[in-house]
T-cell receptor
Framework: DAGVTQSPTHLIKTRGQQVTLRCSPISGHKSVSWYQQVLGQGPQFIFQYYEKEERGRGNFPDRFSARQFPNYSSELNVNALLLGDSALYLC????????????FGQGTRLTVV | QKEVEQNSGPLSVPEGAIASLNCTYSDRGSQSFFWYRQYSGKSPELIMSIYSNGDKEDGRFTAQLNKASQYVSLLIRDSQPSDSATYLCAVKGNTGKLIFGQGTTLQVKP
């Protein structure tokens, strides 16, 4: 079975640009969450989606947005990129919300120059 | 106070020894507890989940949970050089949001 897939794996953008990251969850999983991990820190929660509805939002500026599609895949958009947005962006897949296990994709390494 | 705290390490153990990784959390409403392993440059990989007080064993790994003390630990028996990685403790409440500690770097020396 395919695991969580994210694209692209690496990305270099210029300050002020916009970026879209994509995630396909494990088949049968309906919840997708996004996390940002900067070097030396644990992942920080950005968004959670379940059944195409936003179920949680972390402490990130409005430049960050996301959506989930009918096939449960998801996109994370970041506008007006800052140098500080450089990080590993992780997508986590779960069957539903709540206390169930979450499985991560390989991540997208975003570098803002 | 951080919501989930781990000693960043590095924790260095000889091959074959037991590695003990610890984590404390602040939210008493937390319901689910996870350990992820993360190799350098890679994404976190789920290795253990625990939901009730006590011990849970899976191969060389044992997770321990004490909700009264708000404490979670991971024991790795017969540590191997391939176990060298960063171990992330994560906690979930009923919102489904994972809250991570900063991770403990484990070094297993041959």
């Amino acid at each position: 079975d395919a695991g969580v897939t994210q694209s692209p794996t690496h990305l270099i953008k210029t300050r002020g640009q916009q970026v879209t990251l994509r995630c396909s969850p494990i088949s049968g999983h309906k919840s997708v969450s996004w996390y940002q991990q900067v070097l030396g820190q644990g992942p920080q929660f950005i968004f959670q989606y379940y059944e195409k509805e936003e179920r949680g939002r972390g402490n990130f500026p409005d430049r960050f947005s996301a959506r989930q599609f009918p096939n449960y895949s998801s996109e994370l958009n970041v506008n007006a990129l800052l140098l500080g947005d450089s990080a590993l962006y992780l997508c986590a897949s779960s069957p539903w919300t709540g206390g169930t296990e979450a499985f991560f994709g390989q991540g997208t390494r975003l570098t803002v120059v | 106070q951080k919501e989930v705290e781990q000693n960043s390490g590095p924790l260095s153990v000889p091959e074959g020894a037991i590695a003990s990784l610890n984590c404390t959390y602040s939210d008493r409403g937390s319901q689910s507890f996870f350990w992820y392993r993360q190799y350098s440059g890679k994404s976190p990989e789920l290795i253990m989940s625990i939901y009730s007080n006590g011990d849970k064993e899976d191969g060389r790994f044992t997770a321990q949970l004490n909700k009264a003390s708000q404490y979670v630990s991971l024991l790795i028996r017969d540590s191997q050089p391939s176990d060298s990685a960063t171990y992330l403790c994560a906690v979930k409440g009923n919102t489904g949001k994972l809250i991570f500690g900063q991770g403990t770097t484990l070094q297993v020396k041959p």
